[in-house]
């Protein structure tokens, strides 16, 4: 499995920024009220980092040499699961900078509430990407020395054994 890539955590930002301020626009647009992030979201997304890695602790002991053995399926798991949480993450808080950019653009200043919201919507997106990455980091197994060389039943001509 490869890293997350700046080029995907980018794009996803970029086009999640667009679609939050064309959802405000279209919101106006249509005489109803701009979209507020309800303030519980925030709280999940950080919960939702600090889990992620509560569970990739064991991982990297086991990988430093703390005297357990890492199970390389457990740390696959994890690892996907950081890379979707930076994902999301980056999706959400790039939405919420949408919304920020849409109500900090209007001639009206915003309510207090909801411009905090959206804020912290934002700073969350971003602690939750931040977790997810170091996550995945403290995820990866180094290679085997055997993994190097394929065998002769290995690799995508081989025949199956039955």
Do not use: Y
Not at 76 to 88: D, E, H, N, Q
């Amino acid at each position: 499995m490869k890293r997350t890539g700046a080029g995907v955590l980018i794009g996803t930002g970029v086009v999640a920024a667009v679609i939050g301020f064309a959802i405000d626009q279209i919101l106006t647009a249509a005489g109803r009220a701009t979209f507020t992030p309800v303030l519980t979201l925030p709280i999940l997304l950080v919960l939702l980092g600090g889990v992620i890695l509560v569970l990739a602790l064991p991982i990297r002991r086991a990988i430093r040499g703390a005297g357990q053995v890492a199970n390389p399926f457990r740390a696959l798991r994890i690892a996907v699961l950081a890379k979707a949480s930076s994902i999301v993450g980056v999706g959400v808080g790039g939405a919420a900078v949408g919304l920020a950019v849409f109500v900090l653009s209007r001639p009206v200043e915003p309510p207090l509430g909801s411009l905090s919201a959206i804020l912290a919507t934002v700073a969350a997106g971003a602690a939750l990407t931040a977790a997810a990455l170091v996550a995945e980091r403290w995820c990866t197994i180094r290679k085997d020395d055997d993994d190097d060389s394929a065998g002769p039943d290995v690799g995508p001509d081989a025949a199956p054994h039955l």
